[in-house]
Antibody
Framework: QVQLQQWGAGLLKPSETLSLTCAVY????????WSWIRQPPGKGLEWIGE???????NYNPSLKSRVTLSMDTSKNQFSLNLRSVTAADTALYYC??????????????WGQGNLVIVS | QSVLTQPPSASGTPGQRVTISCSGT????????VYWYQRLPGMAPKLLIY???QRPSGVPERFSGSQSGASASLAISGLRSEDEAEYYC????????????FGGGTKLTVL
């Protein structure tokens, strides 16, 4: 059974960098895209971006200038860095797996979520 | 404002059939599969429908998806109290460099 476990700082000040990491347990790391999604309070889901085991990335155009996704294949982990955060980046952040070779909205396994507050 | 358009709310009584719509454009739903997610309070989203019509293992047959042109729908038949949740549609959008877009979510209330 695939499990995603995520962690990172929960309270940031404006202009700081948000950093979250997601570890994948119980399944292959290669052959998939690994995604980040967020949900601001009272709002809907927003896709942040995805990365595959080769390091190929796709980003949400609205966040692309501030986002960097990376991965550590030796640890089966992938990470999100979001620079210059503001209060608008306050959200519940999720990591998830895309079981295809990208280019789809298919997300079959999700992490537990991390609340990140910028204040 | 979300790229895909969903009604903010829907409701039904136990046993009823409820439909939630998701409207997009030719660059997303009109050219790609649709995915539906259920988000129960305090939980991570759960995949309900993939490739517009398919149900993952473990999802009851009461949940079904359809797609026509640039619109899609999620139908829930035999409504149950545990179906009360937020429902989101998602699709790949081919515009710019390509990215995933979500609907704004529909809060389903079981009366």
């Amino acid at each position: 059974q695939v499990q995603l476990q995520q962690w990172g700082a929960g309270l940031l000040k404006p202009s700081e960098t948000l950093s979250l990491t997601c570890a994948v347990y119980g399944g292959s790391f290669s052959g998939y895209y690994w995604s980040w999604i967020r949900q601001p309070p009272g709002k809907g889901l927003e896709w942040i971006g995805e990365i595959n085991h080769s390091g190929r990335t796709n980003y949400n155009p609205s966040l692309k200038s501030r986002v960097t996704l990376s991965m550590d294949t030796s640890k089966n982990q992938f990470s999100l860095n979001l620079r210059s955060v503001t209060a608008a980046d306050t959200a519940l952040y999720y990591c998830a797996r895309n079981p295809t070779r990208g280019a789809s909205g298919w997300l079959d396994y999700w992490g537990q979520g991390n609340l990140v507050i910028v204040s | 404002q979300s790229v895909l358009t969903q009604p903010p709310s829907a409701s039904g009584t136990p046993g009823q059939r409820v439909t939630i719509s998701c409207s997009g454009t030719s660059s997303n739903i009109g050219n790609n599969y649709v995915y539906w997610y259920q988000r129960l309070p305090g939980m991570a989203p759960k995949l309900l429908i993939y490739k517009s019509y398919q149900r993952p293992s473990g999802v009851p047959e009461r949940f079904s998806g359809s797609q026509s042109g640039a619109s899609a729908s999620l139908a829930i038949s035999g409504l149950r109290s545990e179906d009360e949740a937020e429902y989101y549609c998602a699709a790949w959008d081919d515009s710019l460099t390509g990215h995933v877009v979500f609907g704004g979510g529909t809060k389903l209330t079981v009366l």
